[in-house]
Structures are given as structure tokens and as C-alpha cells.
């Protein structure tokens, strides 16, 4: 899905990457403030986008809200494997998930976002 959040003179400033040999760091580094930058023009676009990401949503519901929130509590948890975030969060107490979810919303749909940029295309640069 080509959708045209991004221009190219907004990439011009990323770096190109070695091809000698892999920066994962430096990769997932620069990727994400890409895919940061493709989503808040995703937002300020939504209506736009609005029933294909939620069909997205819906046919992906059985992991994706799992997945998503998984990965933004992990980012939330300073990077920590799951059996070391705070028991009521690792043992899925309702109250404490629903509290923690709503404080970081905008990260999930985040995640979302390029859930649904990444299984379409495969590729950051068809999201461009």
C-alpha cells in the first residue's frame, strides 16, 4: 500500500547505510524516526487512510492489539524482558493493562501503524 505520507526530500536527510555490513542499531534507529515521521502525517491524514487501516485492524484483531501493546510495554520497560516488567502488568491484570494502555495509546496505535506498513509492503518505502 503506496501511501504517499512522506515526500522524498523528507528521506534526504537519512543516512545510507553501509552495505559492507549490517548497523542493526543504526538501522532500526533511522527506520524508526521514518516510520515516526510517516505516522504523524498518518494521523493528520486519517480520514483518508481510515477504512483500510481499520479493515487492517479487524482482520489482524486475533494478534495485533497483543503484538502492539506487547512492543510498546516493552519500549515503555526501558527494553526488559516481560518476566521482569511489574507483576500485575506480566500477569495481565485487567486493571493495570487498561490503565497502562490508556496512558500509552498513541505508541500502540504507533505499533499498529507500522504493523500494517511493514505486512503490506515488506518494505518501509512503500509506505513513502
Not at 8 to 32: C, G, H
Not at 85 to 100: D, M, S
Request: proline content about 2%; charged content about 25%; some cysteine.
Amino acid at each position: 500500500m503506496e501511501m504517499g505520507l512522506l515526500q522524498a526530500s523528507q528521506l534526504a536527510e537519512y543516512p545510507t547505510m553501509a552495505t559492507d555490513f549490517v548497523d542493526y542499531r543504526a538501522v532500526i534507529r533511522e527506520k524508526n524516526k521514518i516510520y515516526h515521521l510517516a505516522y504523524e502525517q498518518f494521523k493528520i491524514n486519517q480520514t483518508k487512510y481510515h477504512s483500510t487501516y481499520d479493515q487492517f485492524c479487524t482482520e489482524n484483531a486475533y494478534w495485533l492489539s497483543d503484538f502492539a501493546r506487547f512492543m510498546t510495554f516493552k519500549i515503555h520497560f526501558k527494553e526488559k524482558d516481560w518476566g521482569s516488567w511489574p507483576a500485575e502488568i506480566k500477569n495481565r491484570q485487567k486493571a493495570a493493562l487498561t490503565t497502562l494502555e490508556k496512558k500509552l495509546i498513541d505508541q500502540i496505535d504507533y505499533q499498529k501503524f507500522c504493523s500494517i506498513s511493514f505486512l503490506d509492503s515488506g518494505s518501509p518505502a512503500e509506505i513513502l
